[in-house]
């Protein structure tokens, strides 16, 4: 019973790198996300997907982009990573509306 | 303004005490409330959820709607250090919104 994993758990890149983070759900939700944990801010949405073909941006979209890849994978890149990009990064997922969100275990990304 | 608030923390309790967080927030078309619970290093798991005024129970937890006050609050019974977290108050705004949080409150539950 895996429900959302997330790769990789730690990542260190160089201001300017690019990379993807992956998330894969095996509960069959049509609902997925990517949010950004900072101290003293929170949670906040950067895209989500409310169904496999669809995309839209969240709260602090800008210097990242997604894929719906299909119903269980939706990834996050970081095109030229900034030092303002280091965060947690966690994804998302949930069946509808209403219902709670399941957390995958989180990316710790520093960039330096 | 931000549209769930938690104010005041870190919040500090003698283990078997009551702890009281508190959560209010600005869109009064909001339907459904969470609470969420986040050890440190650790991603949030949801503990409570609550979509009609008043209570709701579930061992140890209870969570308090009141949509007229705009506020959700979660009580911990008995609390124990293993209680010890942040605990993020999270709402739906509205239809087709998406689950917005407040910025967590942390709990120390002291033996």
């Known amino acids: 019973n895996a429900g959302v994993t997330q790769t990789p758990k730690f990542q260190v890149l160089k201001t300017g790198q690019s990379m993807t983070l992956q998330c894969a759900q095996d509960?069959?939700?049509?609902?997925m996300y990517w949010y950004r944990q900072d101290p003293g801010m929170g949670l906040r949405l950067i895209y989500y997907?409310?169904?496999?073909?669809?995309?839209d941006k969240g709260e602090v979209p800008n210097g990242y982009n997604v894929s719906r890849l299909n119903k269980r994978e939706f990834s996050l890149r970081l095109e030229s990573a900034a030092p303002s990009q280091t965060s947690v990064y966690f994804c998302?997922?949930?069946?509808?509306?209403?219902?709670?969100?399941?957390f995958g275990s989180g990316t710790r990304l520093t960039v330096v | 303004q931000k549209e769930v608030e938690q104010n005041s923390g870190p919040l500090s309790v003698p283990e078997g005490a009551i702890a009281s967080l508190n959560c209010t927030y600005s869109d009064r078309g909001s339907q459904s409330f969470f609470w969420y619970r986040q050890y440190s290093g650790k991603s949030p798991e949801l503990i409570m959820s609550i979509y009609s005024n008043g209570d709701k129970e579930d061992g140890r937890f209870t969570a308090q709607l009141n949509k007229a006050s705009q506020y959700v609050s979660l009580l911990i019974r008995d609390s124990q250090p293993s209680d010890s977290a942040t605990y993020l108050c999270?709402?739906?705004?509205?239809?087709?919104?998406?689950?917005?949080f407040g910025k967590g409150i942390t709990l120390s539950v002291r033996p």
């Open positions: 998302a997922s949930s069946e509808a509306g209403t219902i709670g969100y399941t």
């Open positions: 999270a709402v739906i705004p509205g239809a087709n919104s998406k689950l917005t």
């Open positions: 997907s409310a169904s496999e073909g669809t995309t």
């Open positions: 509960m069959n939700h049509n609902s």
